[in-house]
């Protein structure tokens, strides 16, 4: 069963037995959209929830559970640092409102719920935003029609961190020069970023395409711990950025005890997206191998490696889950953090075969995790710990530190 699904029943059984757990849910659209289905639980219940299908996930392998911890996320709301909000253009609303903007109907791609607040991201931010698709909408940039495929306007994309906020606009067909000129003259002082994409492939539903135009930059500088980031439009960085503090401290905590060890020894940073662990963990190490398959995440890789001084640094373009033919010994030490797929194939059998001192393995998908783990030969857990990464949701991030034996 997946990870979502067990804690999902877990979450529904503990509401039937005791509903001093319920709470009134922040969000308006709590129970309409399913950016935070778990909300009208107490906060500690849902760790507590999360927790308990972690361990049942993790119990047959041996390792002293009553220490694992499942670490709440410092910011229980406003915490995302990227968000997808749809346009769409619903003739058949009975309501009499055609143009939505927001987030999809729970378990309905095509119905679009029309949002006028959002708890995942900081408010005044979301109120900009908002305006701008109300400004867009005004001067006669028609909502897409996800069923009859027709329209422009796409998707409205948001990152932010702090003062920060960029807005990604993506369209069926490139706006005119003149209405880009009138978006700049009254967002352009409160954006940090807007970047406008093509994206004409009406058979295409992801919020990407070709970019045509910039207001300001493409890209934010994140300023966090003691390191810079540049995040570009096109890029990955961690969504929950108040816990990725406490996953280091909990990382270097074990690395801590090896430090003798492993100062000879490689790291190896795999699905490295911008860089951000092989980064912050190279202190650790001779040399930090970066492994990314992304073009955009490699491109802001390089920058924020120069923009670091990371002077033990190479990088390798690899799609990892094809066939590899990777140069490492057992005289290093894997951080892994894959996408909810898990590893796949072809990296165990490159662990099996290299039998790395140590595995990182950090996951949003505990129960892919789970089965990655089964699939290792010759390893041991000398540590774990949950992270609630996704508060309000089904999701969890979960990190697991081997040794080899």
Avoid at 323 to 335: I, P, Y
Wanted: aromatic residues 14%; charged residues 20%.
């Amino acid at each position: 069963m997946k990870f979502i699904d067990l804690v999902k029943q877990k979450y529904q059984s503990i509401k039937i037995q005791h509903s001093e757990v319920i709470r009134p849910p922040k969000s308006h659209y709590f129970g309409i959209v399913g950016s935070t289905n778990m909300e009208d639980v107490i906060y500690s219940v849902q760790l507590e929830i999360k927790k308990d299908v972690i361990l049942s996930i993790f119990s047959p392998f041996q390792w002293e559970w009553n220490k694992f911890i499942f670490e709440p996320s410092p910011i229980e709301f406003e915490y995302r640092f990227k968000m997808e909000y749809v346009a769409s253009f619903d003739p058949n609303n009975n309501s009499g409102q055609k143009s939505m903007f927001g987030q999809r109907q729970t378990g309905r791609f095509n119905k679009v719920v029309d949002i006028h607040s959002d708890v995942l991201i900081p408010s005044c931010h979301f109120i900009q935003i908002r305006q701008l698709y109300e400004f867009l909408n005004s001067n006669n940039v028609i909502n897409f029609d996800l069923i009859n495929k027709t329209g422009e306007l796409r998707y409205l994309v948001y990152k932010g961190f702090k003062s920060q906020i960029m807005c990604i606009i993506v369209t069926t067909k490139k706006l005119p020069i003149n209405l880009i000129e009138n978006i700049n003259k009254i967002f352009g002082r409160t954006f940090t970023s807007i970047v406008f994409l093509e994206n004409n492939n009406l058979n295409n539903d992801n919020a990407s395409g070709v970019k045509y135009y910039t207001i300001n930059q493409d890209y934010l500088l994140l300023d966090i711990l003691d390191k810079k980031f540049k995040v570009s439009y096109d890029s990955f960085f961690q969504n929950n950025i108040s816990c990725l503090p406490k996953i280091l401290d909990f990382v270097q905590s074990v690395l801590n005890q090896y430090q003798n060890t492993i100062r000879n020894y490689v790291f190896v940073d795999f699905f490295c997206g911008i860089g951000t662990f092989g980064i912050f963990l190279s202190k650790y190490f001779s040399k930090v191998c970066f492994i990314e398959s992304h073009t955009g995440n490699i491109s802001d890789l390089y920058y924020n490696i120069l923009l670091n001084n990371i002077n033990n640094a190479t990088i390798q373009q690899i799609d990892l889950y094809k066939s590899l033919d990777l140069e490492f010994d057992h005289n290093s030490v894997f951080f892994l953090d894959p996408p909810r797929t898990g590893l796949g194939k072809h990296l165990i059998s490159t662990i099996n075969k290299v039998k790395p001192f140590l595995l990182i393995y950090l996951s949003c998908n505990p129960a892919t995790q789970f089965n990655d783990l089964c699939a290792l030969t010759d390893y041991k857990i000398i540590s774990a710990r949950g992270f609630d990464m996704f508060p309000n949701t089904f999701h969890a991030e979960n990190c697991i530190i081997l040794q080899k034996v």
